[in-house]
């Protein structure tokens, strides 16, 4: 298959995953107990595959980043059910998707990356998304 | 600020330090074992988030919760995996932009399933969310 037709289905899978992410919202799941099952679902297929194909090199430092990584992406699954427990979907990942802003700043700071003058007015338009979707819900 | 913000505000800041550390993370892990170790760690910190409220959740929510998660978990690593094939041989720079267009798909169907509403700045609001989205890559 070509990279494109790989990328059609990837779209369709984060499409899906933000969606179903609603639907257990809506349908009364527990935002613990259903962050649990995908983690540990992942977790299962990642560790079997790993073990198939031969287990990967990974160093102290990718160790380390793994956990807080991992512990803190359970932590975003659980907060974001409950925000969309609350919230509509059309603001909750609007809102969470500009998250690239800040990112940006840490990678600039901690790792050396550059900004570019599209990064910097994506910035400037993210600080402005933020405030019309906090006030964006029809009341 | 009610419930709602809360979640949101705290899921804002878990994404940001998560996606800073899968970033670190990628360079010094084969992504394979990097998931294995971050998706076990992951499911050990949700099993203790819980465990606390797994009394007050009835049978039919445990049961939806499971089928969900699964349904969900699957879909997150097969996602992972083609995003992975694609970027064997397609460029990054169309391929990213592309998958953030996801965010319209996702608002768009949400709207119109669940009759979200939005006023004028929230329309206005998701419209630049995009724009600047794209700009981020």
Not at chain 2, 21 to 44: D, H, Q, R, S
Not at chain 2, 95 to 108: E, G, N, W, Y
Request: proline share 2%; net charge positive.
């Amino acid at each position: 298959m070509e990279w494109a037709g790989y990328l059609a289905l990837a779209f369709v899978s984060y499409s899906a995953q933000g969606l179903l992410f609603k639907y257990a919202a809506h349908h009364g799941c527990d935002k613990y107990l259903t962050t649990f099952y995908v983690m540990l679902v992942v977790f299962c297929l990642s560790a079997v595959i790993s073990l198939i194909l031969g287990v990967g090199a990974v160093t102290s430092t990718g160790v380390l980043a793994a956990a807080i990584s991992g512990s803190t992406y359970a932590l975003y699954n659980i907060f974001r059910v409950g925000a969309l427990l609350e919230m509509p979907a059309s603001i909750v990942y609007p809102l969470l998707r500009l998250y690239n802003a800040p990112l940006l700043f840490l990678l600039v700071a901690f790792t050396g990356e550059t900004m570019t003058a599209y990064n910097a007015a994506g910035v400037l338009l993210a600080l402005a998304s933020v405030y019309l979707l906090s006030n964006g819900e029809e009341k | 600020m009610n419930a709602g913000k809360k979640y949101l505000a705290m899921a804002f800041v878990t994404i940001v330090i998560s996606s800073f550390f899968l970033k670190e993370g990628a360079m010094n892990a084969e992504p394979l074992m990097f998931a294995t170790i971050a998706y076990g760690i992951g499911t050990v910190v949700a099993y203790l988030a819980h465990r606390r409220d797994i009394r007050s959740v009835d049978e039919k929510h445990r049961g939806n919760s499971l089928k969900f998660g699964t349904v969900i978990g699957v879909a997150n690593f097969f996602g992972v995996y083609l995003i992975l094939k694609a970027l064997e041989t397609g460029p990054g720079t169309v391929i990213f932009p592309v998958l953030s267009l996801s965010l319209a798909v996702i608002a768009l169907v949400s709207i119109a399933a669940f009759k979200e509403r939005l006023n004028a700045k929230g329309k206005l609001g998701l419209m630049l969310a995009l724009l600047s989205v794209l700009l981020l890559q």
